[in-house]
């Protein structure tokens, strides 16, 4: 069974629309996080939640807004879709605490035209 | 302030070591972490290593950590045409995010 999950695995829309990304873990884990992986392939943390609190929050435009319904989840949902936007957004969760790692979600592609 | 760096691309032959580098600036990092990712995929945990080590041995994995110089390697002994991705390396601060590396493209060839 996989362990993170992310849905869509591709997204493809255009300027202006808004969208969701959603992620599912059942590890157990208290922290789920979202990062961006640009072109370059640069990983940037966006967000973490703990237990569905907000913990991080990187300097993000307010398009991006997630939301933590139970510490299971972790959705990403952006307005106004811009350009930039397009990379791939990977979901992790952790038991919380250095040491333990993360596991990632296989990520979501998202190509705005 | 958080700035992890990596060389871009590593080309090795099939048997050979890989070596992999990375430094960091911030000296309050509790973990570093390896992790891989193939292409079209997400990223795979390797290894970690505690600050207060210096050396984390895995199978075929070699972590050497000399924190003085904020210096952190991989190798990767036997290097088989199936270790060809992205390798990052990763710090963890007290705040639990990761800062993640620019990234080394491992290319292996027979």
């Known amino acids: 069974d996989t362990a993170v999950s992310q849905t869509p695995k591709y997204l493809v829309t255009q300027m202006g629309n808004d969208k969701s990304i959603k992620c599912e873990q059942n590890?157990?884990?208290?922290?789920m996080y979202w990062y961006k992986q640009d072109s370059k392939k640069f990983l940037k943390i966006m967000f973490s939640?703990?237990?569905?609190?907000?913990?991080i929050n990187e300097t993000v435009p307010n398009r991006f807004s997630p939301k933590s319904p139970d510490k299971a989840h972790l959705n990403l949902h952006i307005n106004s879709l811009e350009l930039g936007d397009s990379a791939v957004y990977f979901c992790a969760s952790s038991r919380g605490g250095s040491g333990y790692g993360y596991t990632f979600g296989s990520g979501t592609r998202l190509t705005v035209v | 302030g958080e700035d992890v760096e990596q060389s871009l691309f590593l080309s090795v032959r099939e048997g050979d070591s890989s070596v992999i580098n990375c430094t960091y600036t911030d000296s309050s990092s509790t973990y570093l972490y390896w992790y891989k990712q193939e292409p079209g995929a997400g990223l795979q945990l390797l290894t970690y290593i505690f600050s207060n080590m210096d050396m984390k041995q895995d199978q075929r994995l070699t972590v050497l950590l000399n924190k003085k110089d904020k210096h952190l390697s991989l190798r990767i002994a036997d290097t088989q045409t199936g270790d060809s991705a992205i390798y990052f390396c990763a710090e963890s601060i007290n705040t639990d995010k990761l800062i993640f590396g620019t990234g080394t493209r491992l290319q292996v060839f027979p």
């Open positions: 590890l157990g884990h208290d922290t």
């Open positions: 939640y703990n237990n569905k609190e907000l913990i």
